[in-house]
């Protein structure tokens, strides 16, 4: 049986998270070395028995989304450590789902606060595992279980966990940005823009389909296709343009965007199993 059943389905991970880890562990296990990432705690908290089977996991089917999946991790990884390096000591993780960083990373984490943000049935979950798998968590790992559905402001309970706005910190949402409305994403940009300077926000977005390539927009409409129908519809795609504008009316000082072409680029361009992010997904950069 796998661990993901064992708990009734509004505790356990979001089937996003779940598809995410085992993504990164298959990048680990068939992919040639060097890995991009390497990451099968997430793996190991979810285990699941003959996941290799699962047709999402088909090493042709899943190749673009498994190089997208650990690309976006190995760039919000070395923007940490680089920013740990000039001094930040808070990293907060929005939607943090089955993130491993504070377990894979013990020289980093060892060295700052790290808050992960999420739903409180999948977080206390994950706790449940990390526990029963052996997974030590670093003091300076915080918890902190937000109910949006209820309302509850996560930017109050992330100062109730020991969060300090007065310091600044690198503040990361990846995977969600679609799934908002516009106007709730600009007011997670606002509020995140008010963060201590010399913050820095990290953020996917979903391109406007009119900007991908064709075989990319049939495969994009194919998962919003898919998004609709399990009732998590994409709510939400930018322009580079766009995204950027709303970090300037949200009222960043500085902003860029990553292309999935730049990504490519800058962690693929030299391997030979032709693994690709592809261009459907960017980065959003934005200083306070």
Known sequence: MSHSTDFPSSIAPEHTAVRVALWRALHAQIDPAPHVLHDEIGLKLVGEEHWRDRPDMNPDFSK????????????IEDLVEAQVKQGIRQYVILGAGLDTFAQRRPEIASQIQIFEVDQPGPQAWKQKRLQE???????????????????????????????????PAVVVSTGVSMYLTRETNLATF??????????????????????????????MEFVMKKAQESGT?????????????????????????????????????????GLNPGTAEAFLIAQT
Do not use: C
């Not at 997974?135 to 969060?163: K, N, T």
């Open 133 to 167: 798998t052996g997974f030590r968590s670093p003091s300076g790992l915080h918890f902190v279980p937000v109910d949006f559905e209820a309302g509850q402001s996560w930017w109050e309970l992330l100062i109730a966990a020991g969060f300090d706005p007065n310091r």
């Open 64 to 75: 673009g989304m498994r190089a997208s999946i650990v690309g976006r991790a190995r760039l």
């Open 233 to 273: 519809p994409f709510l939400s795609l930018f322009s580079p343009e766009e995204i950027v504008a709303l970090a300037q009316e949200a009222g960043f000082k500085k902003e860029h965007t990553i292309s999935g072409n730049e990504l490519f680029q800058r962690y693929f361009a030299n391997r030979t199993d």
């Open 190 to 219: 606002r509020q995140i823009a008010k963060l201590a300077s010399g913050s820095t926000f990290a953020t996917t977005f979903m391109l406007a389909l009119d900007l991908l390539p064709p075989p990319e927009r049939a495969i």
